[in-house]
C-alpha cells in the first residue's frame, strides 16, 4: 500500500543545532506540505512544494527551509534550532485535482 | 484569504450524547471540505469528506453536509462513544489557495462514560 512516513518519530536536540526530519511518500504524488501543531494554534503551514526543485513559504517558515530533489521526499531542515520551535511536525501529501491529502504520523521534536 | 473556523472546546459529553462541532470557512469558489481527527498520541486521519455544495459525506457515525449558502461544515454524530475522545479538525482545500490544506483550530472532544 502506499503511505507517507516521517522520520524520525521523537528529537531531541540543542539549541544552535541544525536538524532535518525526513517525510517520504509513495503515492508519487506532486504536491507535499509541512505543517507544525501547536496547543492553540492548530497546524499551521511551513513549506510547500508542488514539484521536483519547486519550494514556497508558507505562513511560519521563518527557521526552516525545505528542498524537493525528486517526487517522494521533502525533507524540512532547522538551520539552528530554537526552543520556539518545540512543536509537532506533520509532512502531507496530494495529488492536484484530487481532493484528499494524506498525512504522516508526526515527529515530535524538542529543543533544549 | 481563505481561512476555517471552528469552536475550540474543549467539549465534554456523556456517552450516547448528541454531538454538534460547528465549522464556517472563508473561500471564494468551491472548496473542498473536511474533518480530520486526531486519537491522542496519534497522526490526522481523514474523517469524511465533500467536494460540493450540499453533499454530505458520512463515516463512523459522523456526518456532515457542505453547505454553501451559510458556508458551513458542521460535524455531528447521534450518539458519541468513549472511544470518540480526540481532537478533531475542519479543514479545506481550495485553487484559491493553491491546493494547501488550511485548518481550523481544532476541537478538543472528551466522551466520559
Known amino acids: 500500500d502506499a503511505e507517507i512516513t516521517q522520520s524520525p518519530r521523537h528529537k531531541i536536540t540543542e539549541t544552535g543545532r541544525q536538524v532535518t526530519l525526513a517525510c517520504h511518500q509513495t503515492w508519487n504524488h506532486n504536491n507535499m506540505f509541512w505543517y507544525r501543531q501547536d496547543l492553540g494554534h492548530g497546524l499551521r503551514l511551513i513549506h510547500y512544494?508542488?514539484?521536483?526543485?519547486?519550494?514556497n513559504k508558507g505562513e511560519v517558515s521563518d527557521g526552516y527551509s525545505v528542498s524537493r530533489s525528486n517526487t517522494e521526499d521533502l525533507p524540512l531542515t532547522l538551520e539552528s534550532a530554537a526552543s520556539s520551535q518545540t512543536s509537532v511536525y506533520f509532512c502531507?501529501?496530494?495529488?492536484?485535482?484530487?481532493?484528499?491529502?494524506?498525512f504522516g504520523q508526526g515527529t515530535r521534536l524538542t529543543v533544549v | 484569504g481563505d481561512s476555517v473556523t471552528q469552536m475550540e472546546g474543549p467539549v465534554t459529553l456523556s456517552e450516547e450524547a448528541f454531538l454538534t462541532i460547528n465549522c464556517t470557512y472563508t473561500?471564494?469558489?468551491?472548496?473542498?471540505l473536511f474533518w480530520y481527527v486526531q486519537y491522542p498520541g496519534e497522526g490526522l486521519q481523514l474523517l469524511l469528506k465533500a467536494t460540493k455544495a450540499d453533499d454530505k459525506g458520512s463515516n463512523k457515525g459522523f456526518e456532515a453536509t457542505y453547505r454553501k449558502e451559510t458556508t458551513s461544515f458542521h460535524l455531528e454524530k447521534g450518539s458519541v462513544q468513549v472511544s470518540d475522545s480526540a481532537v478533531y479538525f475542519c479543514?479545506?482545500?481550495?485553487?484559491?489557495?493553491?491546493?494547501?490544506?488550511?485548518f481550523g483550530p481544532g476541537t478538543s472532544l472528551s466522551v466520559i462514560p
Open positions: 512544494s508542488y514539484g521536483v526543485h519547486d519550494t
Open positions: 473561500a471564494t469558489g468551491y472548496p473542498s
Open positions: 479543514a479545506l482545500r481550495a485553487k484559491t489557495s493553491y491546493d494547501k490544506v488550511i
Open positions: 502531507a501529501s496530494s495529488e492536484s485535482g484530487e481532493p484528499e491529502a494524506f
